[in-house]
């Protein structure tokens, strides 16, 4: 063997130190549990909970598409919500005008909000760190500015009310304005969409995301195009976002241009950064944990907004991996 | 009479006034092992990162099997067979070794848009991996996150990765900067053993002259942008310039 003297026992130490084989099962297992759970929800909890776990589904949702971007290609959104605003609009324009069942609906949004992420991701991903931010941040204002002016179209405002949930399509027999059924729907819908973005980040194109997001000038001279799957990246991200926005849509019974406002977009990079970007499920974790502060001090105050800062910036300060991605971190003493 | 593997003539790049190269022509005949010295400040990295499309010449032209390649991007002269270590550790230092391999590898079979497939299911990648890091002795290491490996380990990580993208002309800047004399006498083995398959042409960086003396087949010696002399080995030893830009001023970049 040609290790040399300087070979690092503490290399060797590091490798062998990898998680214990027993976690293994530990995790599909929980997360089976965890969607038994969810799947049963509406048979034990009252109409109060199933409305907050659907948002706190349709957020995650939202979440983890933008943290594809954010976490594992390291490049920092600051306009995700107007792919997510995209998928909203479609959905309920498409139910309003078109009376499509839903499943088409949320097709198009995808291919709409995808669409979208092109043009956008087409001018902003050559840019990098905060001019990336920036960018992203003035696109989504712009996108916003459109549906809040564009009155013939977008109702202005208002935003688009008054559509029909009919039927799911696929021959699915859905009574889906019952809160109960929309929500195990979302749950299904997030389940999948959820399981194709985990595929996609253990994939070879995901292998070559989180090279690029620790040095991209490396992976470039490894023969890879940086641009084109940073691009790749941000439409994959856009396409998820303007699911979970096609799923609001019907749940809020609106599409409107708050869906579409900056601060929208600063959710997912919050329930991110809360709930942790190094791990797949952070985000969603992270939703939770938002959602459920937000639910839980509005019924005590209506300086809500203050005491959801002071908690946010608590748990920041306190788990820097985020609160999921502390914990895990402890337990597989990473 | 073969032809040069690369050919670079009149290759310039200017900083604001400064010429950090100027004019520089150059060939490098297939299977050659050549090494590019000088003091700091020479010109040599500029150099490379010019042959290697980081950063575009001010004038002059690169020729790669024939190929223009002059301002081509990273990654198309990587594609095309001409890979770079740098002089400082690169390596992504969140993966394991075998993935910083693989990331190269995927690249070369073009999988770098296999969206679905896990690629720690892709056999024939992850063997390939393995050969490459056996091939460094790093296969012990195959698991362990980069971060954490050894300083000497990382460089060698760094050949694995420009191996594994397999490269025709490998560019190797400084490959034994920071080792400790016995890790440079590994790499130079290494070196050595790489060049007698007769699968890569070198084009190497050194400050440290036994290493160059031991592998160049010829020795390019590059001095404020320009090149100063070439030659074998025992002409650039006895070279009265060589010596006098070495020993006669100490400059620093």
């Known amino acids: 063997m040609n290790r040399n003297a300087s070979a690092p026992s503490a290399s060797v130490a590091a490798g062998a130190a990898a998680r214990p084989s027993g976690w293994r099962l530990a995790v599909p297992l929980s997360l089976v549990l965890l969607l038994a759970v969810l799947a049963a929800l509406p048979s034990f909890a009252p109409y109060f909970y199933i409305f907050v776990v659907t948002e706190i589904l349709i957020m995650g949702l939202f979440a983890a598409s933008f943290n594809l971007i954010f976490g594992y290609t390291g490049m920092l959104s600051f306009g995700h919500a107007a792919f997510f605003g995209m998928g909203a609009y479609t959905t309920a324009m498409l139910l309003l005008h078109v009376e499509l069942p839903l499943v088409w609906a949320l097709l198009a949004s995808m291919a709409t909000a995808a669409l979208l992420a092109l043009v956008i991701g087409f001018l902003s991903v050559r840019l990098s760190e905060v001019y990336f931010a920036m960018l992203t941040l003035a696109f989504g204002m712009m996108v916003y500015a459109v549906a809040h002016q564009w009155r013939s179209l977008t109702n202005g405002s208002d935003g688009i009310t008054g559509f029909l949930l009919r039927d799911f399509g696929l021959g699915l027999d859905l009574q889906l304005a019952d809160p109960a059924v929309y929500y195990r729907v979302v749950l299904a819908v997030v389940a999948i969409a959820a399981a194709v973005l985990y595929l996609i980040t253990r994939s070879s194109f995901g292998l070559m995301l989180r090279a690029i997001s620790e040095n991209p000038e490396r992976v470039a001279f490894c023969g890879i195009d940086v641009r084109r799957h940073r691009l790749a990246a941000f439409v994959i991200a856009g396409l998820f976002a303007g699911l979970a926005g096609a799923l609001f849509a019907p749940f809020n019974r609106v599409a409107s241009p708050d869906m579409l406002h900056w601060s929208q977009s600063a959710e997912p990079v919050l329930m991110t950064i809360l709930g942790g970007a190094g791990y797949f499920l952070g985000p969603f974790f992270g939703a939770a944990m938002f959602v459920l502060l937000e639910t839980w001090i509005t019924s005590y105050t209506e300086h809500w907004m203050l005491f959801l800062g002071i908690a946010l910036a608590l748990l920041v300060m306190f788990f820097r991996r985020g609160v999921l991605g502390t914990l895990l971190d402890r337990m597989l003493r990473r | ?253």
């Open chain 2, 1 to 253: 009479m073969t032809e040069p593997i690369l050919s670079v003539t009149g290759l310039g790049k200017a900083f604001g006034g400064v010429r950090a190269v100027d004019g520089v022509s150059l060939e490098v005949m297939p299977r050659e092992t050549v090494a590019l010295i000088g003091p700091n400040g020479a010109g040599k990295t500029t150099f490379y990162n010019m042959i290697s499309g980081r950063m575009k010449p001010s004038s002059g032209r690169v020729r790669f099997q024939g190929r223009d390649i002059t301002g081509l991007p990273p990654h198309a002269i990587s594609r095309l067979g001409v890979s770079r270590s740098f002089q400082i550790n690169n390596v992504f230092t969140e993966l394991t070794a075998r993935e910083n391999v693989e990331v190269a590898l995927t690249a070369l079979h073009g999988r770098a848009f296999s969206l679905f497939r896990p690629a720690s299911r892709d056999r024939r990648l992850l063997a390939e991996a393995d050969a490459v890091l056996e091939r460094l002795g790093l296969r012990p290491l195959a698991d362990t996150r980069a971060g954490v490996l050894s300083y000497g380990d990382k460089r060698l990580l760094e050949i694995a990765i420009v191996l594994a993208t397999r490269p025709k002309l490998v560019l190797l800047d400084e490959p034994t900067a920071g080792m400790t004399p016995e890790e440079t006498r590994h790499v130079t083995r290494l070196i050595r053993g790489l060049a007698e398959t007769g699968e890569y042409t070198f084009l190497i960086t050194e400050h440290d002259m036994n290493v160059v003396f031991d592998l160049a087949d010829r020795i390019v010696v590059m001095h404020r942008g320009r090149l100063l002399a070439q030659g074998t080995p025992e002409q650039i030893r006895s070279d009265r310039a060589v010596r006098e830009a070495y020993l006669g001023e100490e400059e620093s970049a």
